[in-house]
């Protein structure tokens, strides 16, 4: 394997377990579910970018499907939830971190891996934020919610920006450690400052009142 | 490019925008949504319906995703929508024609797409109907609604006849434009008549009351 | 054909056909649907498993879409229930067990068609569950409610020991009729075991109230 790879596994297989906890929490959180919704929104949250992304780009069968270790990191990482419950709650602080990682890693891997089966600077950004929201929207879409990604916070944005930077550093043939690392970094930054100073993204002037 | 292709590629762009416009719109009356949110929805409504179609067929990436100038037109008209909100709402009769119109231009170039990949005429048709309601399907889902396409009015049926001329005039060889502007016209008269006259398709007896 | 084809094929339209009346029929009761939402929520539950197993397998179009006896059978049942409406509750004991039946054939079928496909065992576990459950799924989505399958009563666990004991049996070259019937029979047997004595799958301590 070569650095870059090395490099795209470690951050996904982050990613993956903190996606995993955090959207079992939320399921647990918001709706009545027993282990199997646990377990399955935990994943479908760590995993369902990826293979939404992987099946835009038509790479069948999706690489984390058929790869055990993100399988295995998935459902560990649900069924600690499932296990601990709301005493993660304590910390939440760390979750949020955790999560802007995750949401970090999978806009830089997620645009990478669609720049490397061949589509264009603009769809690899798409696919990107795709791969870091992509998870969350179908958990939220599953417990009957409006994905917040669409409504509230600063989520997407930051992920658009982590996956152009990727893009561009690619195109510049920037080396991809540093590149992937200042990417992550900036759609970390953003997402942080958006949480601790609840900055939203503009909203329509009509819009029904929340 | 044939004319053919020609008038599949202008039907197509210009249905792209209208279902953008319209589910940018139908989003901001609906829900709490930030731009994101809006040009998400609004790209969902007007490109979902063809990547389910070219997911199915198997043409992976999906041509609309491919095609920057689909993409374009998509995120254009969602902004638009952003930009202007309600004051849209002056022109929703224009809006409901506009409607009608993207729904059989998707129609049409849903199932001449079908066809020319080798499906069977019953999956052609399926498909015209799933491309001209598939985006305004997700998108009412997205945003927590059970999609209107499945409860009222005549909506998936126009694409049904629309894509029905289609698949029938493909196979008794008549000449693809004249044949694309009839079915065309047929699924927007049967639209534009339900609309105006306020026709539902049957309900089951027992059905809950709305 | 091979007699595992055929029992494969047999097992497939008998689990279609009542999916489809018991997809169409929780339609009817849940939501107020015209005749265009019975129909596609019949055969999307009857189908719908079998089609996001294909979109994961890679094998497009989706075995079950070309195939116009799947199309067919799926249509049909959901007509029945349209017709027939709430009258078919007089026989919903009959309905659990035919779901039941449909449950345990899709589990088989669905891990069989993994396995042939070259996928991993547990992925084939994973797709027979999805096969199982997936269409009832995109069913509950699509009316608005939280899946069923991820709150309560015993539906994909059964499914889940279905599919392993194919997997099983598969790798240890065991006849391919006989494991079919023993493993639908194991799921048949829990299911109906959990719907008599009202069981259900472990739920978080923390879980908000139902």
């Known amino acids: 394997?070569?650095?870059?790879?090395?490099?795209?596994?470690?951050?996904?297989?982050a990613g993956t377990l903190v996606f995993a906890l955090n959207g079992a929490l939320t399921a647990i959180r918001s709706v009545?579910?027993?282990?199997?919704?646990?377990?399955?929104?935990?994943?479908?949250?760590?995993?369902g970018g990826g293979i939404v992304r992987d099946v835009l780009i038509g790479r069948l069968p999706p690489a984390t499907f058929s790869d055990w270790r993100y399988?295995?990191?998935?459902?560990?990482?649900?069924?600690?939830?499932f296990a601990l419950?709301?005493?993660?709650?304590?910390?939440?602080?760390?979750?949020?971190?955790?999560?802007?990682?995750g949401l970090s890693f999978f806009a830089v891997t997620g645009a990478t891996k669609a720049l490397e089966a061949?589509?264009?600077p603009v769809q690899a950004v798409i696919l990107g934020a795709i791969t870091a929201v992509g998870g969350g929207t179908l958990r939220d879409v599953l417990i009957g919610q409006v994905p917040s990604v669409l409504s509230s916070g600063l989520y997407a944005i930051p992920a658009v920006v982590g996956a152009a930077i990727t893009v561009v550093a690619v195109r510049l043939g920037v080396d991809g450690l540093a590149a992937a690392l200042l990417a992550a970094l900036a759609c970390f930054t953003i997402r942080m400052l958006g949480l601790r100073f609840d900055i939203d993204a503009?909203?329509?002037r009509d819009a029904p009142p929340s």
Chains 1, 2, 3 share one sequence.
């Open 1 to 13: 394997m070569t650095t870059a790879s090395v490099v795209v596994l470690v951050l996904d297989l």
């Open 71 to 81: 399988l295995a990191v998935a459902g560990v990482g649900a069924l600690i939830a």
């Open 32 to 47: 009545r579910v027993d282990i199997v919704g646990v377990v399955t929104l935990g994943m479908i949250t760590a995993m």
């Open 85 to 101: 419950g709301r005493r993660l709650d304590r910390i939440s602080l760390s979750i949020n971190v955790f999560d802007a990682l």
């Open 118 to 120: 061949g589509l264009g």
């Open 202 to 204: 503009p909203t329509p």
